[in-house]
């Protein structure tokens, strides 16, 4: 199975900082399309999962531009710029290059 | 408009089958593929299967021997069946939509005690 380790961040984060999360996979999730299948999640307290980007770096329906998603093969950044109190919760990133789907222990975002 | 909703028994006895079901809405089961994930009260996410658009399975190796997903595309339900239920197994179960997950429901909180 692919396994994800996932960063820790220097919480609080002050509002209006940038904050990135980390996320390391210990096999490459780029597929012979070309695409790195690797999507991140937001999960808010007493909240389902929220998708922010997948294949890496392309975001979601409706997600604020001031999430970006970067990265290589096997080491991906979740940047979020100007951070704000909604932006508060835990952020897991996921694997869906082979089965077993797999996430990563989520990152803690806590905002001052 | 999207939509899943999960529904099913909050309370569970161990040893006893777990039956979920998935609803959804504003697409096709048989254009999308349906995904089962599990969370542990304080815990992180755990991958529990899939059923693919074409009715092909696909199951966590961990839960494989407990775990069962069919459908009903007419009344655009997926189903969770896993037995042999323990207390470890007390979860949020959500179901959420095709690998990039873009759309979850609102989760079935289920606990398992005697």
């Known amino acids: 199975d692919i396994v994800m380790t996932q960063g820790v961040l220097p919480n609080p984060v002050p509002s209006g900082e940038s904050a990135s999360i980390t996320c390391r996979s210990s096999?490459?999730?780029?597929?012979?399309?070309?695409?790195?299948?690797l999507n991140w999640f937001l999960q808010r307290p007493g909240q389902s999962p929220q998708l922010l980007t997948y294949?890496?770096?392309t975001r979601a329906s409706g997600v604020s531009d001031r999430f970006s998603g970067s990265g290589s093969g096997t080491y991906f950044t979740l940047k979020i710029s100007r951070v704000r109190a909604e932006d508060a919760g835990v952020y897991y990133c996921?694997?869906?290059?082979?089965?077993?789907?797999?996430f990563g222990s989520g990152t803690k975002l806590e905002i001052k | 408009q999207v939509q899943l909703k999960e529904s099913g028994p909050g309370l569970v006895q161990p040893s006893q089958t777990l039956s979920l079901t998935c609803t959804v809405s504003?697409?096709?089961?048989?254009?999308?593929?349906v995904h089962w994930v599990r969370q542990p009260p304080g815990k992180g996410l755990e991958w529990m299967g899939r059923?693919?658009?074409?009715?092909?399975?696909y199951y966590n190796s961990a839960l494989k021997s407990r775990l069962s997903i069919s459908r009903d595309t007419s009344k655009s339900q997926v189903f969770l069946k896993m037995n042999s239920l323990q207390t470890e197994d007390t979860a949020i179960y959500y179901c959420?939509?095709?690998?990039?997950?873009?759309?979850w429901g609102q989760g079935a909180s289920v606990t398992v005690s005697s």
């Open positions: 059923m693919k658009y074409d009715g092909d399975t």
């Open positions: 996921q694997q869906v290059r082979e089965y077993p789907l797999t």
């Open positions: 294949w890496m770096s």
């Open positions: 959420t939509r095709e690998n990039v997950m873009d759309a």
């Open positions: 504003g697409f096709s089961l048989m254009d999308y593929s």
């Open positions: 096999k490459s999730l780029v597929y012979k399309d070309g695409k790195t299948y």
